[in-house]
Every structure is written in C-alpha cells, then in structure tokens.
C-alpha cells in the first residue's frame, strides 16, 4: 500500500525522524491558515506548496512551488488543488490533487550551503534481508545514478535477527562525506528511520532528498513509503491511511468482492484462478492479436457470485471488446465455474461482447457440456491453444 | 532415526548399498516420496481438514497433524500433537505441511524446523515479509528445506502429494517442474501429460518476495534426481531467482533440456500482479529480459504457456 508525504512524514516523525515540518489541507484558504501556523511554530517566512497525490515526479509536473508570502501560498494552492497533476508516473490523463501540503522552507541561507542526499531503506529479494542505499547525489533519481555514476551509491545489508547496527549508520554517514555536527545528525537519522521502517512492517522507505540545511541539521524533504499489505493486518492504524481516492475505481470495487482485479490499457478483458495463470493468460491474449484489458484473479473459491462480480467489473470497462475466462479446476470444480457464467450471464442479461471460456481440470468436460447447452453466445474450449485460437477469431 | 530413514529409503529404491551416500542424496532430491512421514500443522482447522482428506485419500503417508491446545484428540483417524517435536519424537515425522493462518505462519514453519522436520512446505499465502526474513534466517544454518510459503506444494506423481494440486493431473514420468504458481504449474503438467510424457516431481516454489527454496535450488534438485530426465521450469516476473537458475544451468554444461516460460509479458512496470513477488521493480526484473537471458544459457523458452507440451516433446525426441 502507497501513503502519501504528508502521512509518510507524520510516521516518521513519530519515531523521531527529522523532517520539513508542514501542515496538509485542502482548500487555498486552509493553506493560508496552515502557514501562518506554520511561520508560529517554525518562524518560516517562505513556504513550500506541495500536492499529495501518490506519485513521484511532482515538481517536473508543476505540483510543488514555492511561495515568498501568504498572498502567494492561497493563489499557488489555488492553482494546484483540483488541478490535473501529470508526471512521468501518473500516466498520460495524470491524477487529480485533492490535497496540499504547506511546508516550511528549509533551503535558508546560513553558515553552510544546504546539500541534498538520498536514502531509502528497501528490501533486497536476492539476499532476503533489508539493505540501506544511500547517494550523495540527492534529488536525482537513483535508477539513473545507478546508471551514470556507480561509485557515487553505498549500500549497506541489514541482519534481520540483530537490527541495523551503529557502525553501519556511521559507515553511510561517513560513505556520505559528512563530519562534525551534520555526521551525528546522520547517523541518529539514519537509525531512526530503520525503526520507523521496521516497526511500520515498511517494504520501501525513500527519502529524496535528505536534507543538510545550512545549520547542518539533517532532514527528510520528502518522503516516499511502501507498506507491506500482508502486514497491514497488525497495523489498524497504517491500515486507515489508505486513500482510495488515489486507486482505480473498479479496483477498489473488486477488492470489496474478494478480487485481485488491475485495470490495463487493452481491448479483451479476461478472468482467471491463480495469479500466475493470470499473467499467462494476458500473455495469450496479446500473443493472439489483442491487449489485455486487465488482470483479474477470482482465487481459489470461484463460485456463481465472484464469477458475476468478475463479469461486471469487466463489462465495466468500455474497451473491452472480448472476454476470455480461463479456469484450472483443482479444488475448484469446472461444472460449477460453468454454471456460475451461465447463471452470471442471464443475471446480467445484455452482454455485447463474445466470451470465450477455456475450463480445465476437474470436471472440464462436464462443464463444457453445461456451456455449449446453455444456449448462450459463449465459446468454450479445453485446450489453453484453442483458446488463444478463439480470441484470434473473435477479434478479426 | 536419520540413518534407519535412508536405509529404509535404499531398500525401497532397491540399490545397492556401497553408494549410501549418493543415492541417499537422490532420494532426497525428489523432496517427498512414499516413505515420507508427513505432517499436516493446522490440521484442525477447516483448509487443514479438507487437503489433509485430499492428500490422504491421494495416498500420501500423513501420520498426524498438529493444532496447539488440541493435543490428544484424534482428526481424520489420526492423531492431533500440541507440538510439532511430539509428532517428530511419536511418529518420526519427517516432512511437514503448513496451513496455519499467515499471522501465526512464520512461527509454526520456525516451531517445524526445530523440532528437526527435514521437509517444510508452507501452503499459507500473505505471510509478512518481515516475518519471513526473520524465518530465513532462522532456518540458514539448519538441515532442512522449506518449500513456500504461498505455493502449491510438492508432488512426487503416485508417491506423495504434499499440498494443495489436484493429484490426477499429474501422471508419472519423467519430466521435473518448478515453478511460482499453483495452477499454471497445473497447466503445464497437463500439457506435459497430454503430450504423451509424465511428472517425476513437481515443485511449486511459491509467488512471495521471500521463499524457502529458489527457483536454482529446485532445479538443482531436480538435475540430481536419476528420475528426472527434462525440466520445465517457470517463472513470472519480478527478482531475479529465474536468471540466477538460467546461469547455473548453463555453468553445469546443460546438464538435461529445460524448457521455461516467465508469465507476465504483458504485466505494467510498479504494479503488483496478484502474487506479493510479481512486480516489475527494475530492468532486469521484467519477463523479456529474464527469457532473453534464459535463452542465452541454452535453454528453451517458449513465449506462449500454450507451447509447454509440445516444445518439452521435441526437445526430448532431439
């Protein structure tokens, strides 16, 4: 599960974590009272307006300007609440913001010149355990230092049975070229976010950019986090920061039916047991000329009710042109799948699209029987080949 | 205990003794077999219950299960133990088979491998990450293999069904599997079957960030196993356990033909496919560039998960 800034900060300040304090809102006028409270709290004359939506690349997108005064803060989040925020991860119809955060500045002038870094806490598939990354190159994105300049990134593995260990904090702080005042800073910041993250059963902390502000000070700017959904059980707490404005409709509606529905861009919508087939039989459907529409995992209980749920959330879809329903019968028995799309269609009643139905498994040839008997426009195969033939004839 | 099990495993393959030490490794590289002692942890509750028939009925050797603070009653015609080291110690449980609730999962894979199970094949789906890092790292320096979690077990066709799979799609032979995903695993051993051939054993490694036994150590069991004469192997997107088996097959010379598909060609970059692991978090993760590196190891991908079938029979007519 995705959070946005502004709760991703509220969360790591609770376990002492430094961050650019602010206040969200989502009218211009609470802006103009979220930073006079601010400029009360923190003596900040210029503010930082930044949208939430759950998406990086926000600045390039013009969601994150600064204002020299309140007069600007209300006209800024004026232009930015309700605005149609596009970034190179919100795709081309981009998000709407409903929200701002109004932060302080931190980029003051002092003693020192403020230098951004980056560190993201994440966890590291290969080796099975948490690992640190850490770049003097802040504010870029890494995938692209990673690229070009290597040696400018440090890494650091974490055991899980003992914890992130002093010396590893000091290692990255000293791996980050820091000293006196700024080098302590690091290092308290870096083990209070190893907390955080841990204790929030995290699976992505990225803070782009830490900040060294001009009176040495290290802090988080930004702060991007994943939660481990599977843990989301322990966590009521986390667990109510979801905003399900921010995902797909017909994706929260198929959670609420059990369903692991993902919306895609393509023209044959499909429904399947297991999600591994799932992604095999995407792979059919654009191998035989078209594009999946979605993923679609009905899990191991596919009855007369998710198989309709499934169906609706398809037919949902405007450019679904076909739909192509795939079940391996184990547990699940394909008479009953069959029965289910049958019962499912006449409840719906006007389908327009060709559906193919490929059962397998269990019961296979019983439930093709109770397809091709039904009397309904629905082809049904056996072979997973005959399948990707149908969805090739009913899209010439 | 240890030595009179792979001495009763030597009897049974009927072998003859001066090569204990090498063909006790074989047997054990097909995981599971009619001589395993299987447990079943969270045998009470109703998913327990209802694999637990299935895998009996199917032939497999369950000699109890486990449901703490149910100790002493009998289930299924079998004993209940309140802990996993009272099966080891009554029954001489061997393997064990996990249905417990993610919440309380890691604890009873870690409770498995204590009491000395050799065998753990953890069913559950949606176990914490965290958690399984904690369970990885318990279980490193201890001599036992755990399968999952999140996957559809082991199958060793005519032997021992040890999880979830519907056992009469998986006809003897020798054609090894592993792979992430419960039904495409179905899927394949079905065109395998249809293609004239049949299973040695079938592994379902599991679709989480953080499994037991890697996508290389399944295959490597398999490459050790005399019954396993081709291997179809199958990923999906996400980590890097597909490229990592591709490489050590082709530093072992190619030792047997295997046959591989990764599912999710088609899957967006940063969303989650359905299981936990199936993400496209960076280039090498994505399922162009694990077939491209497959194939150049020698192996032989197929792009359609319809091809499995035919494409394992011409390799092994070649």
Not at chain 1, 39 to 46: C, L, N
Not at chain 1, 75 to 90: D, N
Not at chain 2, 23 to 40: A, C, G, H, P, Q
Not at chain 2, 284 to 298: N, P, Y
């Amino acid at each position: 599960m995705n959070i946005h800034e502004y709760q991703a900060k509220n969360l790591l300040k609770g376990y002492g974590v430094k961050i650019q304090e602010g206040i969200v809102t989502d009218t211009p006028e609470g802006a103009v009272d979220a930073a006079r409270k601010l400029h009360a709290e923190t003596g900040t004359d210029w503010y930082v307006v930044k949208a939430q939506i759950h998406a990086g690349g926000r600045g390039k997108g013009g969601g994150v300007k600064v204002a020299k005064n309140r007069e600007e803060v209300k006209e800024i989040s004026k232009q930015i609440l309700g605005m149609q925020l596009k970034t190179h991860q919100t795709g081309p119809e981009g998000k709407k913001v409903h929200k701002v955060l109004i932060a302080e500045d931190v980029y003051y002038k002092g003693e020192h010149e403020p230098k951004e870094y980056y560190l993201s806490i994440l966890l590291d598939r290969a080796k099975g355990c948490n690992m640190i990354i850490a770049s003097t190159e802040g504010g870029m994105e890494i995938e692209k230092v990673a690229e070009e300049q290597p040696d400018k990134i440090v890494k650091e593995w974490i055991d899980p049975a003992i914890g992130l260990q002093p010396f590893q904090a000091r290692k990255v702080a000293f791996a980050l070229g820091l000293e006196g005042k700024a080098h302590k800073e690091m290092i308290k910041f870096i083990q209070s976010l190893y907390q955080a993250y841990t204790a929030a059963d995290a699976s992505l902390f990225e803070i782009n950019p830490v900040l060294k502000t001009s009176d040495e000070k290290i802090l988080a700017v930004d702060a991007k986090v994943n939660l481990d959904d599977n843990a989301l059980f322990r966590h009521s707490d986390l667990a109510e920061l979801r905003d399900i404005s921010e995902e797909e409709e017909l994706e929260v509606e198929a959670s609420k039916s059990g369903l692991n529905y993902v919306k895609l861009d393509g023209n044959v919508g499909c429904m399947v047991n297991g999600a591994g087939l799932a992604m095999a039989t995407m792979d059919i459907i654009k191998l035989s000329g078209g594009e999946p529409a979605n993923f679609l995992d009905v899990g191991g209980g596919a009855n007369a009710q998710t198989v309709e749920a499934g169906f609706r959330i398809i037919l949902k879809d405007p450019n679904v042109k076909a739909i192509l329903i795939n079940i391996f019968g184990g547990i699940v028995r394909c008479d009953r799948v069959a029965k289910g799309v049958v019962e499912a269609y006449k409840n719906i009643g006007d389908i327009h699209v060709p559906i193919i139905v490929r059962l397998q498994g269990t019961n296979a040839e019983e439930g093709a029987k109770i397809i091709e008997e039904s009397g309904l426009k629905v082809y049904s195969a056996i072979l997973l080949k005959d399948a990707a033939q149908r969805v090739k004839e009913v899209l010439q | 205990m240890k030595q009179r099990l792979s001495f009763c495993l030597l009897v049974n393959a009927g072998i003859c003794p001066i090569f204990v030490r090498k063909i006790n490794r074989s047997v054990m590289s097909v995981l599971v077999n009619k001589d395993s002692k299987v447990i079943v942890q969270g045998f009470t509750g109703s998913e327990g219950t209802f694999h637990a028939e299935q895998m009996i009925e199917y032939g497999t050797n369950i000699v109890g299960g486990v449901t703490p603070t149910k100790g002493g009653q009998t289930h299924l015609d079998r004993p209940v133990f309140n802990t996993v080291q009272e099966a080891v110690n009554e029954k001489g449980a061997n393997v064990s088979v996990i249905f417990v609730p993610p919440a309380f999962a890691a604890d009873a894979i870690m409770e498995a491998a204590d009491a000395g199970i050799k065998v753990i094949v953890a069913i559950t789906e949606g176990i914490p990450t965290q958690d399984m890092m904690i369970v990885k790292n318990y279980i490193k320096h201890k001599d036992v293999t755990l399968i999952g979690p999140n996957c559809p077990g082991v199958i060793t066709p005519e032997e021992a069904k040890v999880g979830i799979m519907p056992g009469f799609v998986f006809k003897k032979g020798g054609i090894g599997i592993v792979s992430k995903s419960g039904t495409l695993t179905y899927e394949a051993a079905d065109q395998v079957v249809k293609a004239g051939l049949g299973i040695s054993t079938a592994i379902g490694i599991g679709g989480d960030p953080i499994i037991g036994t890697s996508t290389k150590q399944a295959v490597e069991l398999l490459m050790n196993d005399p019954e396993t004469e081709a291997i179809v192997m199958i990923g999906e997107i996400g980590g890097n356990y597909e490229a990592e088996a591709a490489r050590w097959i082709q530093e072992q010379g190619n030792p047997k033909p295997v046959v591989g598909f990764i599912a999710g060609q088609t899957a967006p970059p940063g969303r989650r496919m359905g299981h936990a692991g199936a993400i496209v978090g960076g280039k090498e993760d994505t399922a162009e560039a694990k077939m491209k590196i497959m194939e150049e190891c020698g192996l032989h991908v197929v792009k359609s998960p319809a091809d499995i079938g035919e494409t394992i029979a011409a390799v092994l007519k070649k």
